[in-house]
């Protein structure tokens, strides 16, 4: 079975540019997540989606931060305009609806320069 | 918020035991997630504890007690591929999503 995919792996930018990061889920996973992981923390979590529905925000700096899942199969993560502190790993998640087992990507990492 | 708490890293001996302990808020969580990290890998799934109690898998064991906020992972017969983070993660009721602590970074040395 094919398991969380992301691209780009890695992707470097200047503050103040902008950066999208992509997520294919596990097939049949109706749940998606997208964590951020600085260096040296554990994840913390951005946004969650149920197929195509926005379950949990609440940490996403919506000034900033957005997120997608149109057809409640793939996902985008979009940073506009990008600060330093934005550099960390984005990790994609997913789950089959009614558990709480993740199966994560490997994560794209940005670096903001 | 819920506050999870772990060592921020811990050093042990090839072939030894070690414990890495998680404390919680008792208010919020009813189930208990291990996840293994290795470096500048994603998280994979270790174990879950939902009762109270010890959960033995192969040389990997997860203990839970909900009324104390108190979970930990065992690792017995340490190998040097153990070297990695140890993230425990709370889970709440319903379809909220895990809560992460900050890892612990584990070090086996021979």
């Known amino acids: 079975e094919a398991g969380v995919a992301q691209s780009p792996r890695y992707k470097i930018i200047e503050k103040r540019q902008s950066v999208a990061f992509w997520c294919n889920p596990i097939?049949?996973?109706?749940?998606l997540y997208w964590y951020q992981q600085i260096l040296g923390q554990g994840p913390k979590l951005l946004i969650q989606?149920?197929?195509?529905?926005?379950?949990?925000d609440s940490q996403l700096p919506k000034d900033r931060f957005s997120a997608e899942r149109l057809k409640g199969v793939d996902s985008t993560l979009k940073i506009q305009p990008a600060k330093l502190e934005d550099s960390a790993v984005y990790l994609c998640?997913?789950?089959?609806?009614?558990?709480?087992?993740?199966?994560f990507g490997e994560g794209s990492r940005l670096t903001v320069l | 918020g819920q506050n999870i708490d772990q060592p921020t890293e811990m050093t042990a001996t090839e072939g030894a035991i070690v414990q890495i302990n998680c404390t919680y808020q008792?208010?919020?969580?009813?189930?208990l997630f291990w996840y293994q990290q290795h470096a500048g890998e994603a998280p994979t799934f270790l174990s879950y504890?939902?009762?109270?109690g010890l959960e033995e898998k192969g040389r990997f064991s997860s203990f839970l007690s909900r009324s104390k906020g108190y979970s930990y992972l065992l690792l017995k017969e340490l190998q040097m591929k153990d070297s990695a983070s140890y993230l425990c993660a709370g889970a709440n009721s319903g379809n909220t999503p895990l809560v992460f602590g900050k890892g612990t970074r584990l070090s086996v040395i021979a």
């Open positions: 504890n939902v009762l109270d």
């Open positions: 008792t208010s919020g969580f009813n189930g």
């Open positions: 998640a997913s789950s089959l609806r009614g558990t709480r087992e993740l199966f």
């Open positions: 989606f149920q197929n195509n529905g926005v379950v949990d």
């Open positions: 097939s049949g996973h109706a749940t």
